[in-house]
């Protein structure tokens, strides 16, 4: 039997919310009209206890399930939305029952007298208290599990729940991306579980996944987002490369190679395949073709890789003075340092992004024929596309390069006999960070821990 729709049930949760606030008012009515004697033999105090008690149960449970679809944290996510909904659903109409009783109390009509002041006290003090605890524990609960709110909704949430009618307009917003959210991790989970026995992403050789620069594959900090976990659930044996975040290309292609001749010794897989963003393809090709690896290298795939090099960082490189640079790189180094990286070259690892940088690497690094090379890249639409910094690089990178997904430009990312450019429709883009999920946002028309089943998904139909 189809189940019934989660929105059913929020609205006999609403409704059950008001029939608890005014139940004293609709026992009153039953009394002047004589039917109180049929319907409640012995008074409002057990209907109004049995209320008090759903009061509770809606608070705990507010779409009158315990049932949860995929996480704990997800659960509580959704129920957070639910709580809102039923919040501002209430107000309102409570709103129009206060005006509705007053109306009724002042008219002078029979069986409507005058409310006293304690009792319409008592009754804006119940129905108050009770709308504060469905926001608070409504908004704690989204606050403390959403993903998609990230900082900037949290801030607005806070800096303007004070304000008439434009809270209400940021409550709407903040309810409509955690119940998307809820509603795209409900669906991912049931994806995911329809196909966990055909191990999509269990490929022959087991995956490498290579950061770009400036960034490192940190133990709380996953440079890969939510990639690799979806990647594990459908099957995938996964290792990371762990190369230097800001070094040269050469010196970070050898330390791929060690951690391959590593993984080999370890698993005994025979080969890998490597999957690259950014700067992490050049360090690829490099210990490909200069430290002897290419047998045991399947295929690589390379994502937003600048293999032609970055026009605008030669034009940087040329204006910017030297003392600068120093200092900038001085400050640079130290900080990777504090992050693991053993002799960080912030100047090295720069210089082989540009342009003519990467002219020469090209020469040096011919594709092997024992492995399969593809490549993926994307574009932004427009600056306002991406997060800071990319959205401030995006005019000037676009200006000098072309198409870029705020960073890197979409001529420079291809590479090898297969090229995919995903895209999503409308004025947004998907830039440099999306492609690894580094803000771990949803984008319409865009799943990119999808597109990273897909891609994973096709090596094993290779037989890669």
């Known amino acids: 039997m189809k189940t019934l729709p989660k929105t059913f049930f929020k609205i006999i949760s609403s409704l059950t919310v008001l029939l608890a606030l005014n139940i004293r008012f609709i026992c009153a009515f039953l009394f002047y009209t004589g039917c109180t004697a049929v319907l409640f033999?012995?008074?409002?105090?057990?209907?109004?206890?049995?209320?008090?008690?759903?009061?509770?149960?809606?608070?705990i449970f507010p779409t009158l399930s315990t049932h949860k679809i995929s996480s704990f944290r997800n659960k509580i996510l959704e129920d957070g939305t639910a709580l809102l909904q039923i919040f501002l659903t209430t107000t309102i109409l409570e709103t129009?029952?206060?005006?509705?009783?007053?109306?009724?109390?002042?008219?002078?009509?029979p069986g409507a007298a005058p409310l006293s002041l304690i009792t319409w006290i008592r009754y804006l003090l119940t129905v108050f208290l009770v709308e504060l605890t469905l926001f608070w524990n409504g908004i704690l609960r989204v606050y403390l599990t959403s993903v998609q709110l990230g900082i900037k909704w949290r801030i607005i949430g806070i800096a303007c729940g004070c304000i008439p009618i434009v809270h209400i307009y940021v409550l709407c917003r903040i309810i409509h991306i955690t119940d998307n959210e809820a509603q795209w991790e409900n669906e991912k989970y049931l994806l995911n579980q329809v196909r966990a026995e055909n191990q999509e992403c269990r490929t022959k050789y087991p995956l490498l996944l290579v950061h770009g620069v400036f960034f490192r594959d940190f133990r709380f900090f996953n440079y890969w987002g939510r990639i690799p976990a979806e990647l594990k659930k459908n099957g995938a044996i996964l290792f990371y490369g762990s190369q230097q975040s800001?070094?040269?290309?050469?010196?970070?292609?050898?330390?791929?190679?060690?951690?391959?001749?590593?993984?080999?010794?370890?698993t005994g897989c025979g080969k890998v395949n490597i999957i690259a963003h950014s700067k992490g393809g050049l360090d690829s090709r490099y210990a490909i073709s200069r430290c002897g690896i290419a047998p045991y290298v399947a295929s690589l795939t390379t994502i937003n890789t600048p293999h032609r090099g970055c026009i605008f960082a030669d034009y940087l490189l040329q204006k910017i003075p030297d003392s600068i640079c120093r200092s900038v790189a001085a400050k640079y180094n130290a900080a990777l340092k504090k992050f693991g990286d053993s002799d960080p070259d912030f100047m090295e690892a720069v210089q082989d992004l540009t342009a003519s940088s990467c002219m020469r690497l090209n020469e040096l690094l011919p594709d092997d024929p024992q492995v399969y090379y593809q490549s993926a890249g994307t574009r932004m639409h427009r600056a306002a596309g991406g997060r800071f910094p990319l959205n401030m690089s995006y005019p000037l990178v676009k200006h000098f390069d072309g198409e870029c997904d705020g960073l890197v430009s979409l001529d420079s990312m291809k590479w090898g006999s297969h090229f995919i450019c995903p895209d999503v429709p409308g004025g947004r883009g998907i830039s440099h960070?999306?492609?690894?999920?580094?803000?771990?946002?949803?984008?319409?028309g865009f799943d990119v821990r999808e597109f990273y089943v897909g891609l994973v998904h096709n090596l094993k139909e290779m037989g890669l």
């Open 41 to 59: 033999p012995r008074g409002c105090a057990i209907t109004e206890i049995l209320c008090i008690l759903l009061l509770l149960y809606i608070h």
């Open 96 to 109: 129009a029952c206060c005006l509705t009783i007053l109306a009724l109390s002042l008219s002078g009509s």
């Open 246 to 266: 800001a070094a040269s290309v050469a010196e970070c292609g050898q330390e791929l190679a060690e951690r391959i001749r590593q993984i080999l010794a370890e």
């Open 433 to 444: 960070g999306d492609m690894i999920d580094l803000n771990r946002e949803n984008i319409s």
